[in-house]
């Protein structure tokens, strides 16, 4: 009877050592497979999804001749076209007409202005026009006096409400979903994602963490100026209408030194605003990534490319071969575009 | 017989299965021991090291009232005189002033300058004469033209080779021991801790990870501007002397919002360049922690406040206690100042 219970003792704690030594092991096992097969799924297989993973692979595998330590894995996207659409016209610049059309009976001055009358009886040519600086002016002068917090109130309430003109989808789900593996599969080898934009940083700030898992402090992107001082009692961050940084073309190298203050490893675009960007990144020693995304799919996206008024792509596509950029073809390389909607 | 060797591996498997539940056990055990009593080391025990473990407690329990997600824990220290010296003068102007006696020759029209003039012949009465626009000029002026790799070697460079006219140490290794427990401490309690320093962005950047582990894209600091352009065959970002952007007093909560784009729960400073930064952070609603190092110690370190040129702090004294800031009395709180010399 003695011996009996001893040999269940030992089947039971045999079981349970088992069980313990299963239970470590499973969880490592997962986290491998999860590594190397699970990510990039809505990417299709092929040249471009290969030539991804081998590059992380090379720079994350210890011993590789490429491998890069972790605190040097930095990864900057573009975001306008790149991380999320930028057709028929910059999402910024359809929240900008929005607020302008809602504001506009508390500012009289605006009915002067030529860029605030476009804004206003929605004449995207007359928009357009004005060209970028046209543009900033417009999101500039009509953001001037708010607060932080109005800011954000207001670009959170626009997303809630607002619909894009073709899908009908919130603008914070007109985002990629093979990008949003993409940035998982890099975040989970310990690269350090960051969206370095030409759209405004604070207007990016609202939403990203949300969309992307991308914290604010790892958002650059252009930016008019701001104050501390009294209002209504508090101190507080106030836009004032001056321009502070232009985070586009070459201003992109100088957004990456003066925010992140390290180089990166993988630079991912989709128009020539972005080729210093890839440039600046490619151009060092060392293996790099620069990749660009070239919208291909006039069926479920857009097709646009050296023509195209927003998100020119010319230099990218001439030159970028021959630096040994990747060119991912949307129509080609993603089986799915979007998330699956919140709504649905 | 058979018996036996049953028994035999009922012993040895519940030895192993209750080492291998140790060992789980264990790792888990050590890791709350040492989130509750093993950080801090350096800090007496008192109602100042208290009244940091309670907040840190409050903020981040579960079901506490005062409980914050850990994607707001944001804490934002002040560098020259909160993580290390900075007497008997600013460690970047000993770095500037080394610079430009250094590249003096190289540079005969500094000579006709009274800043670099006080500079060569090490007149600190003339360098201080000229408040803190002098030294900006000074360090604007002297690193004009630098590439981000140049300016990185010449600061590494300097590092390696000088020492503190007080105490003998490299400069790097002037940093206060009870305050990398303190970012120690946060971190393990998944606050994110940021550097947000009068001084120079990009002179920080190039030690502070190795000392404080605080990556180059958590440093905010002052700056001048940058340009990417061609040199010698290759892109660069080079340094131009004009200035970018002022990280004091004012700035600081501006630069914060700027870099960081969320409103902190802990902000720690010396100086009255850190009142700002302070009242933007404690006067939100909710639980906030402001925390002022007082330089109290001429025996270990330096004694020093409001009638001192460098770090004065007079307003956060008089005004700190009334908006519930925890003063930290450096000879009383803090049993150990230095951390222990790699040199010996």
Redesign the interface.
Known sequence: MK?YH??L??IL??F??IF??QFTTNTKDSETIILEYNFLESWNEGATKTSIQDFVKRTTTENSADFIPE?DRIAVFDNDGTLWGEQPYYFQLAYAIDFVKKEAPNHPEWSKDPIFQAAIVGDMKGLMGGGEKGLIELVMKSHAGMT?DQFEAAVRNWLSTSRHPDTGRPYDEMIFQPMLELLDFLRAHDY?V?IVSGGG??FL?VWA?EAYGI?????VGS?IK????ELNG??E?VKIPEL?FIDDK??K??GI??????KPIIAVGNSDGDF?ML??TT?LPGLRLGLLIHHTDSVREYAYDSLSHIGRLRIGLTEGPSRGWVVVDMAKDWNTIYPISKDQ
């Open positions: 011996n001893i040999n003792l030992a704690s045999l349970v050592f313990s030594c605190k932080e350090k960051f940083i604070d700030r963490e914290p604010p402090y790892h958002v930016s701001a104050t501390y001082q508090k101190m961050i502070n070459s201003g190298p100088v030194h003066q925010h992140i203050g390290k210093e440039e600046y151009q």
